[in-house]
């Protein structure tokens, strides 16, 4: 079965500095992983993804993610935070083997930037 | 706005109580979900519509969830004789057909079950 860890349930990250919210996974087959952020009062937005080739993965706002196979992890990175950034994060995994479409989602990360 | 939008925005019923709740999606999107998300967790993945065809259904969907998309276009999840545990946030998403996998979320309907 599919599964997303996002072993924080908060991280926080003073402005400038870099900054990681990690995201674990387990599926059978290939995955295909993406990266979700939920401003207050507004709707779930696409930050980014991985299908394949490029371990290394960039996405909107200057976010990044690495996938490692081997550690069956997809990390998001930023190089410097701004307090913008602040909000709740969310990875999300679905197994490319199968042909479907279900897609799991983690508990989520809180991410506050403080200035 | 062309994103997907979702009526009603808050719902508060009795228990006991049908409702329904609508989505409208992306225009040229065919793929279509649904999701369920309380406090402090992340959307469950409840059905998916490929077109008009409902093509995957969480085994989490009691038989009292139904969800329809007639004409391959709107999309609406019915919940019947409701309980205080269906309080939640229910999502709407869409994506297009080929070669782009990321979903484009609604701003949900968020049910309150009394």
């Known amino acids: 079965a599919q599964s997303v860890a996002q072993p924080e349930d908060q991280v926080n990250v003073a402005e400038g500095n870099p900054l990681t919210v990690k995201c674990t996974y387990s599926v059978s087959g290939n995955p295909y992983l993406f990266w979700y952020v939920q401003y207050p009062n507004r709707g779930l937005q696409f930050l980014l993804k991985y299908i394949t080739g490029d371990n290394l993965v960039k996405g909107s706002y200057g976010f990044e993610a690495e996938f490692n196979k081997s550690q069956t992890s997809f990390h998001l990175k930023k190089p410097s935070a701004l307090v913008s950034d602040s909000a709740l994060y969310f990875c999300a995994v679905r197994e490319s083997n199968t042909g479907g479409f279900k897609t799991i989602f983690g508990a989520g990360t809180r991410l506050f930037v403080k200035a | 706005d062309t994103g997907v939008s979702q009526d009603p925005r808050h719902k508060i019923t009795k228990r006991g109580q049908n409702v329904t709740f609508r989505c409208d999606p992306i225009?040229?999107?065919?793929?279509l979900y649904w999701y369920r998300q309380t406090l402090g967790q992340g959307p469950e993945f409840l059905t998916y519509f490929q077109n008009e065809a409902q093509l995957e259904k969480s085994r989490l969907l009691s038989d009292r969830f139904s969800a329809e998309r007639p004409k391959g276009s709107f999309s609406t999840l019915e919940i019947q004789r409701t309980e205080q545990g269906d309080s939640a946030m229910y999502l709407c998403?869409?994506?297009?057909?080929?070669?782009?996998?990321?979903?484009?979320f609604g701003p949900g309907t968020r049910l309150t079950v009394l």
């Open positions: 998403a869409s994506s297009p057909a080929v070669g782009r996998d990321e979903q484009f």
């Open positions: 225009s040229e999107h065919n793929r």
